[in-house]
């Protein structure tokens, strides 16, 4: 099974847990951007691309309504830094499998 690059299982009312992950995702984009933006031209996913992994998560039984329970990050139709579902380095965390996966 693939890893996701958040951390499983927290709680996501844990503050600085929250945030830690958050810098693990920031970090595993920058490392990676330059060559999706290369490709794309932008370094986060296009709207589109974000309302499709949305339209997963919102039939998710870990959805709360604006993040995953699961890894705590936020999930919603912004294409934003603080948009876990805008960051083509990441994947679904649910435990019986991701959902959606990574673009690079
Ligand atoms: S487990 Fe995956 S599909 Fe479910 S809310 Fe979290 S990110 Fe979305």
Known sequence: MKK???KKNIMPD???VRVANYFHSIKALHSRANTYKTKTGRALLALSE???RLN???NCDKFTGNHCKE???CTGAA???FNKLAFPT???PHPDGPKWGKII
Do not use: D, P, Q, T
Request: aromatic share 10%; with cysteine; charged share 15%.
């Open 14 to 16: 844990m503050f600085l």
């Open 50 to 52: 974000i309302k499709a």
């Open 71 to 73: 890894c705590g990050c």
């Open 56 to 58: 997963i998560c919102v």
């Open 90 to 92: 990441e994947e679904c």
């Open 79 to 81: 294409n934003s830094y």
């Open 4 to 6: 996701s690059c958040c």
